[in-house]
């Protein structure tokens, strides 16, 4: 199963993005949804086959989460 990871502020865009993650799972391979990040550690995999980018050029710190993604195999 292909995991897809939406990184941006939750705002009142989020209940629309959210409604378009649970259409867009149901009866297939593919599973959207909000990226979660808990620790990380350099080198290690993020768990996302593709990230969607919408808020990483206000955050420092998501670009750095987003170039380790990068490195270990994760599309931006």
Not at 42 to 47: D, N, R, V
Request: aromatic share 10%.
């Amino acid at each position: 199963m292909k995991k897809i990871g939406i990184l941006f502020v939750k705002s009142t865009a989020s209940a629309r993005v959210r409604r378009a993650c649970e259409s867009e799972n149901r009866g297939k391979d593919i599973f959207a949804e909000f990226v979660k990040i808990d620790k990380v550690i350099q080198g290690e995999p993020c768990g996302y086959d593709v990230v969607i980018d919408r808020i990483s050029q206000d955050v420092p710190f998501y670009r750095a989460w987003l170039k380790n993604a990068a490195l270990t195999g994760t599309r931006l």
